[in-house]
């Protein structure tokens, strides 16, 4: 005759509870996934300085390319590395390109998807200098296979 092996099935309340496979856990944080970007927006950063530009309404477009650009991933803890590109137009301000490396340097620290690594910096020299239009690319290096490149673009208003 056989022999029963079977375990018996232990009570619900006694379960042990599936992590979630939307939950990340980074530097011993266990925060969801979705949560760990909601501070970005009014996360305090350094302050972008301006200079005049002393011919506003030309066709002036200037490009500052930061191919050094590092964050960290919010999910894995690692290292991002990335080359970030502003293009824009300005209007009356240029940004200062000292305070811009400090407040780029900033980034190094902080757990920050791609997708709002271009958005926040967009937002900030967008403050800063008031341009007429201006785009922020990141190419971000691949890692597993996938390399990412996102981009986000600002139109001023009309008639300026």
Known sequence: MAKNTARPQRAASARKTVKPANTATVKGSSATYEDRQDHIPGLKMPEIETWAFMY????????????????????????????????????????????????????????????????RILADCVKACRPRSMEVRGVFNARGGIQTTASAGYQGKAGR
């Open 56 to 119: 506003p309404g030309s066709a002036t477009t200037l490009e500052v390319s930061v191919p050094e650009f590092t964050c960290i991933c919010p999910k894995t803890g690692l290292p991002d590395f990335a080359t970030i590109v502003i293009t824009y137009v300005p209007e009356k301000l240029c940004l200062e390109l000292k305070s811009f490396k400090e407040y780029i340097n900033s980034f190094r620290d902080l757990g920050i998807f791609h997708e709002h690594v271009v958005n």
